[in-house]
Structures are given as C-alpha cells and as structure tokens.
C-alpha cells in the first residue's frame, strides 16, 4: 500500500479516512474519493489508485461497505456507501484515532501534557 | 464545455483493462470508470492531449504493478465472501431441523468403523465426493465458457461459486484425513475414532453445500454480489 504525499505517517489511516468520508457523505464512488481527499487536505494527501481499490474491497469483504452499481452518461459507475456494520465501525475508529492523535500529541510535546 | 468520453472510447477502456490482465467484467467496471473519470479531469488540463496519451498517463498513476493490486484484492475478498457463505450454510446443518440428520450421520459413520469393509466404505465416499466435484468442475467450466462466448464477460464470484470453491474443501480433509491402510484404521483409539467420523461427516456436509446447495442459488446470490449483473 502506497499513499503518496506526506509518507508513511498516513498508512494506517487509510480505511478511517474512507469510512469518514462515507460517513459524511452517503456514498461515493471510488474516483470521488481520491479527488475529495485531495480537495479537504488542499492536496498535501493523495490515495493512490492502487491503494484506494484494495481497501475499498477489504471494506466491502469485511461487510463495512455495501456497492451500488448506477449508469452516468455511458458508462457504469460503482458506489460505495456504509453498512449499518460499518457506521458503528467509523465511531469505533475515529476514537482510536482521537487516542492515537492525544497520545502522539503528549510524546511529541511533551509539555502541554501536564495535567 | 468539459470534454467527455465517447462509447467506443469507453468500449477502449474495457479492451486496455483486459489487456493488462484484468479478466473479470466485476473489476473492470471500476477500473474504466476511474480511468474514464481521470482522463475527462486530464482533459480538462490538458485539452490539447490525445485519448491514448491521457489513458496513458492516468494508467502510470496505478504505478509499476499497474491493475494488479486491484485485481489480486478483488480476488482476496470474493474467495472470503465465498468462505462466509459455506460457513453461513455449514451453521444451518447445527440447528433443527438439519442437526438430527447430521447427528445421524455422525453416528452411522462412528458405527461403520466396527464394520469388516468399514475402511473401504469410507474410502469409497471419500473418493465419490472427489469424482463428483471432478464432474461438477468440467461440467461448470464448461457452461461458464459458453456464457461467456454469448456475453463476453466474465464474472469473477461467478468463477468462485462455479470452479474454485471445490478444491479446496478436499485438500483440507486429505491433510487431516491421514490413515494410511485398513489395519490403521481399525486400530485407532476412541479420541481418534470419534474424530475421524466428524470429519468424514463435516466433508460431507461441506461438500453438499459447495456442490449442490450454493450452485442453485448461484444466480441469487450473483445478483446480491453484483448490482451490475441485472443491469447488463
């Protein structure tokens, strides 16, 4: 898995940042969501197409993510939107990365930590 | 006003994902709408740029393993759904009605090992198992290539339910199903005894769900797969 922009840092976090967007937006398709992340973070993260697909379908294996397939203009176009499974997972997840994001926060900074 | 894409340059795209090994119609949907959606952004930089040069460089982005990543994830996450399926079927032979026929076959089965041809009876369902996936396999492969010339596409749950779900099931019972000859077999011990008709039992169960119960509902179960098998 490859995410290009800011380096390793944001590997882990793909499948939170996918399943927020989904949150927040019903469903998506697959081009969508490279062009909306590139949007929010004003380009400094770009998911890499051959990143993107294969965590997409984990999510979908893993019942998180339900397909549906609609026609646009010639062609057929694929969207993912959150299973019930898969809202409750998103909670989960973004709180992991609330602790994640605190935790870091107290190592790398050690002096607005103290409590 | 934005440039779009033409049929036959859409009908391209499918060609160029089967070039580069992308055989199932499932992925390929994906992958021309994501090629498609980038070369029309392309364009839009761009608009001086040839079809062939845009696809090109919006195929570059997938970097140097190309689609396969794409392809080889798809296939991961169709041989788990595949797995669930048995497994959601495997639980219905554990509750009424279905258990009282398992318990009755687990117990014949323990019982037949007292038998004098005990052995060559568990052998012989053993090995007929094997024949009828072996029959199923030709026959299916068969039939998905014949639809496959009608419809030119190519489905790849379709290819799980249909081929590679078999296999599988019979190397992991030949793994644990490890009784060289007939004086083995009436030697073993109470432990082993009981162990050896659950997994006669257990492959014949699985086996009847991979052969019988999910081909059936293939077409059912294909369309809750694929929204996009209804609409083509």
Redesign the interface.
Known sequence: M?IMGNHKLYKGSLQTIILKLLASNTKM???EIT?KVKELTKGELKI????L??AL??L??DGLLN???A????????YYKLTENGTKETANKLEEMQEFLKTMQHLVNPKFSLE | MAM????SQ?ESLYQFTRQHYVEYYDVQ??????L???IE?IWEQQPGLSFNDARDKSFK???V?GFM??V???E???A??YFKLVLKFAKEWLSLPKIILTLLLLFGFYQLQKFTFGYEIYIGVFLLVIVAQFFMLFNNSRKLKQNQKQTQKKWLFEHVLSIQGYGNTAVIFIYFFRISNAEEFFAMGDFKRVYTALLITGFLIISYITLVVIPKKAKELLIQN???YQ??
């Open positions: 490859s398709y697959g081009y062009q890499t197409e051959g990143a697909y294969p379908h984990k979908e294996a397909v549906e397939v026609k646009v203009g010639n062609r057929l176009r694929k | 779009k894409l033409t049929e859409i949907v994906e992958l021309v709408d994501h498609a959606n980038d952004q982005k997938f970097g393993f990543n794409v080889e994830s798809k991961a996450q169709m788990k759904k694929y929204p996009e609409i083509t």
